[in-house]
């Protein structure tokens, strides 16, 4: 049975722990029939003991999107394993605590630097870091929060999607003529381990839980593999600069669901 991924080779950041949603789109992909390889960043023992847990063992490339050397080299380390790439997911995102959990209005400008660097601006390097091996043309997907009002405790990581969310306009006005497609996936909340970093990230789960029209699992990681999926096959290809929300229908309403 045919996959819609068959024939495609992706890469995958972001893969650190199974609740990771990397590590869910990298193996939703392989089941789908793509050939992936993932990038890792610190802790790269733990993303080679989650590459050996996918249903097909994936090498892994040590790439931190803050290093300009880095980057410049990650073409031919990809080169080393595939010919080239159909698709890149960037999974990365990170904030200095001080840029979190309440402290709006006393975070400093390096903190806020350092989160819109790693979280917004990171999505451009990456994008161009792998034009090199999209010569015919591919799909970036982003994982992004929704931006569009303010959250309890998320502060200027809020602002850094917020920054995310323009960035992938521009890349798609950019990088649409060099047959590339640019594209987010506005997640709901996971128990990941950044999720887990941010104090107070439970009033996230609560509400969603509650109000999501579909319901939401906060656990379940393949609705969001499955999005991204399809956003790098060959049934989205008229589509760029959109961002596709998968999180139960939460952003669409207002007030907490009730039982009719």
């Not at 990298?26 to 960043?41: C, I, N, P, S």
């Not at 323009?166 to 640019?182: C, E, F, M």
Request: charged content about 20%; overall charge negative.
């Amino acid at each position: 049975m045919s996959g819609i991924l068959d024939g495609k080779r992706l890469l995958v950041t972001g893969v650190l722990t199974e609740q990771s949603l990397g590590f869910g789109v990298a193996k939703y992909a392989q089941e789908q029939g793509a050939e992936v390889v993932l990038t890792g960043f610190g802790r790269m023992s733990l993303v080679e003991r989650m590459a050996a847990k996918l249903p097909k063992p994936a090498p892994v490339i040590e790439l931190d999107v803050t290093d300009p050397e880095q980057l410049d080299s990650l073409a031919g380390k990809v080169r080393e394993h595939v010919s080239g790439i159909d698709g890149v997911l960037h999974a990365i995102a990170y904030a200095p605590p001080d840029a979190l959990g309440g402290n709006f209005l006393n975070t400093t400008w390096d903190d806020v630097a350092k989160a819109v660097e790693v979280s917004a601006f990171s999505y451009k390097s990456l994008a161009v870091a792998c034009l090199p091996l999209m010569e015919d043309g591919g799909s970036v997907v982003g994982l992004d929060f929704d931006a569009q009002q303010a959250w309890p405790v998320y502060d200027w990581m809020g602002v850094a999607k917020a920054g995310l969310e323009a960035v992938n306009r521009y890349l798609a006005r950019d990088l649409g003529p060099k047959g590339v497609r640019v594209n987010l996936v506005s997640a709901g909340p996971q128990r990941t381990m950044a999720a887990k970093s941010i104090p107070g990230f439970e009033a996230f789960e609560e509400a969603w839980t509650k109000r999501a029209p579909l319901g939401w699992s906060l656990t379940d990681s393949e609705p969001v593999a499955k999005a991204c999926a399809a956003l790098m096959s060959d049934l989205f290809v008229a589509t760029s600069g959109e961002i596709i929300h998968v999180d139960g229908g939460f952003h669409a309403v207002g007030v907490e669901r009730t039982e009719s």
